[in-house]
T-cell receptor
Framework: DAKTTQPNSMESNEEEPVHLPCNHS???????IHWYRQLPSQGPEYVIH???SNVNNRMASLAIAEDRKSSTLILHRATLRDAAVYYC?????????????FGKGTKLSVKP | SAVISQKPSRDICQRGTSLTIQCQVD?????MFWYRQQPGQSLTLIAT?????????ESGFVIDKFPISRPNLTFSTLTVSNMSPEDSSIYLC??????????FGPGTRLTVL
């Protein structure tokens, strides 16, 4: 699986949008971009994933660059509960055994 | 989405002993995974456990140290054998229910003295 690069940490104010970047310059054509987050003292939880087009769900939006070498997870209005480590993961779902390769992620702090 | 529980939630063990961690899912799933998260670190996959076959271990993890059982489609156990302080970690199980999504248990926090 290709590697991703994320900032170690980011800060946001409550109720403001947050843009979490991820670089994946060696992404292959069959790699999906997955985002998970890990709240303190909990297991990771799925946030969103996409292949080429931008994606929206109730938790977040995923903006994928046209060349697919980068993507951005967008939290539209950060809450204190969004403070977590966010992981950007590439996964080749074609024939994959399903394992996720976690990097170090971005630790998001949300200030009231 | 699948709901996953793990037992115990935490434990403190003496070196040289073994601990078996249980993972229970509220639905039948084919693929289950065991991860380790060392203090301050990210998650590392230990093994994939599919029902009806032997677990597949990742590089650096061996069956003698981390034996896994998968007796049915809703349950799995991971044993941490002959423990040392370096085994102090959070151990998490996960399942793949949808083709693209994994659901994680709350983790078992293990401290080895």
């Amino acid at each position: 699986d290709a590697k991703t690069t994320q900032p170690n940490s980011m800060e946001s104010n409550e109720e403001e949008p947050v843009h979490l970047p991820c670089n994946h310059s060696t992404i292959s054509g069959t790699d999906y971009i997955h985002w998970y987050r890990q709240l303190p003292s909990q297991g990771p939880e799925y946030v969103i994933h996409g292949l080429t087009s931008n994606v929206n769900n109730r938790m977040a939006s995923l903006a994928i660059a046209e060349d697919r070498k980068s993507s951005t997870l967008i939290l539209h209005r950060a809450t204190l509960r969004d403070a977590a480590v966010y992981y950007c993961i590439l996964r080749d779902d074609w024939g994959s055994q399903g394992n996720l390769i976690f990097g170090k992620g971005t630790k998001l702090s949300v200030k009231p | 989405s699948a709901v996953i529980s793990q037992k115990p939630s935490r434990d403190i063990c003496q070196r040289g002993t073994s601990l078996t961690i249980q993972c229970q899912v509220d639905s039948q799933v084919t693929m289950m995974f065991w991860y380790r998260q060392q203090p301050g670190q990210s998650l590392t996959l230990i093994a994939t456990a599919n029902q009806g076959s032997e677990a597949t271990y990742e590089s650096g993890f061996v069956i003698d140290k981390f034996p896994i059982s998968r007796p049915n489609l809703t349950f799995s156990t991971l044993t941490v054998s002959n423990m040392s302080p370096e085994d102090s970690s959070i151990y998490l199980c996960s399942v793949e229910e949808d083709p693209d999504t994994q659901y994680f248990g709350p983790g078992t926090r293990l401290t080895v003295l």
